[in-house]
Nanobody, 114 residues
């Protein structure tokens, strides 16, 4: 069983920055995909950023503001969020795909106050 543990959420003012981390319980070298989703109250969960074998993708709403990265030695994926907006407020979930199995972290709250 794989575990994904997120950290780094919190409260930040508009225009501020936050960094999220997701530590996996096993090596991430051969994962099909890793990244971040988010879910705001009353909305569906949406992809924020993904790292896959063919490259990295971002939601249009975060392009130029968010950066996803990985450290294979630490089995960790990061999400650096800059120029945060109130609409970025959501629970952020780490996600990983290994072959046909999907794995999710427990979620971490990010709140952007105006």
């Amino acid at each position: 069983q794989v575990q994904l543990v997120e950290s780094g959420g919190g409260l930040v003012q508009v225009g501020g920055s936050l960094g999220l981390s997701c530590a996996a319980s096993r090596t991430i070298l051969s994962w099909n995909a890793m990244g971040w989703y988010r879910q705001a109250p009353g909305k569906q969960r949406e992809v924020v950023a993904l790292i896959r074998s063919m490259g990295t993708t971002y939601a249009d709403s975060v392009k130029g503001r968010f950066t996803i990265s990985r450290d294979n030695a630490k089995n960790t994926v990061y999400l650096q969020m800059n120029s945060l907006k109130p609409e970025d407020t959501a629970v952020y979930y780490c996600y990983a795909k290994w072959r046909t199995d999907d794995y999710w972290g427990q979620g971490t709250q990010v709140t952007v106050s105006s």
